[in-house]
């Protein structure tokens, strides 16, 4: 972001404080300092006080026999706190755990972060087949049913800047890479009212999602994934799809 596009108010610092703790996110838990200047940008000695101040206030711990930095559990204070804390979570939960403990399938809510999907509630079925994801994991929004089902109630504009945005990489042999197909789903997604992702993500898992509105845009939505060869049985995914589809009208605002 250019300094034209900051306010008055904006603390240079504070941003670059940011950055040091956003760099663990982008190359792994465990960094050197001239790996977080690499990644942030900086000169060693500014990179080297930002660390400091961290490592002073609780958030980044050193190893001395290795000489790297990783971030302390006290991060996870302000990330959970965030998350127990969110609307749509607790409207949610108690319907997604009961859908869960019902059809002995996967559930979750997510909202969107720039180009995925973050988890912010998640329960696990006994399906020995099940994707391994828990609060706070990601996904990316063009390839999830989690993310389209918001995708397609967003302004399509916006939508399409996210897709843009996007790295479009084939997880398997069923991913939409195309940017028009994309954009075709999203619309299919519109009119029906739910999304389905059928081995686009994961070979052997599918998965139904729908948007929870707030007004006239997705806050979020709510899902559940499964194996896919449960689509055979009969009428799992009409229960399924009400299921879903029926709680996210239930909890919108």
Do not use: W
């Not at 997880?171 to 789903?185: E, Q, V, Y």
């Amino acid at each position: 972001m250019t300094d034209e596009k900051h306010s008055r108010y904006f603390v240079h610092s504070l941003e670059k404080g940011l950055s040091v703790l956003r760099a663990f996110a982008k190359k792994g838990p465990n960094l050197t300092l001239s790996e977080i200047s690499q990644v942030t940008g900086m000169v060693p000695p500014t990179a080297t006080r930002f660390i400091r101040t961290l490592e002073d206030l609780g958030y980044l711990l050193r190893d001395p026999s290795t000489r790297t930095y990783s971030l302390s559990p006290k991060i996870l204070s302000i990330g959970f706190s965030f998350i127990e804390n969110i609307d749509i979570r607790q409207r949610v939960s108690r319907y997604l755990l009961e859908i869960t403990k019902q059809m002995n399938v996967d559930t979750a809510c997510a909202i969107l972060d720039h180009t995925e999907v973050v988890y912010i509630e998640r329960f696990r079925s006994n399906s020995v087949v099940s994707l391994h994801l828990t609060v706070g994991s990601r996904l990316p929004a063009y390839n999830s049913a989690m993310g389209r089902a918001i995708l397609a109630f967003m302004d399509p504009k916006e939508a399409e800047d996210v897709i843009d945005a996007s790295e479009l990489v084939a997880h398997t042999p069923n991913t939409i890479t195309n940017k028009g197909a994309l954009l075709k789903r999203l619309e299919e997604v519109r009119e029906a009212g739910f999304a389905i992702n059928k081995q686009e993500l994961v070979l052997g898992m599918a998965a139904i999602a729908a948007p929870v509105m707030k007004g006239a845009t997705a806050e979020g939505s709510i899902g559940a994934s499964f194996p896919v060869q449960l689509l055979e049985q009969e009428g799992f995914f009409d229960e399924v799809k009400e299921r879903i589809v029926g709680t996210a009208k239930k909890v919108a605002l």
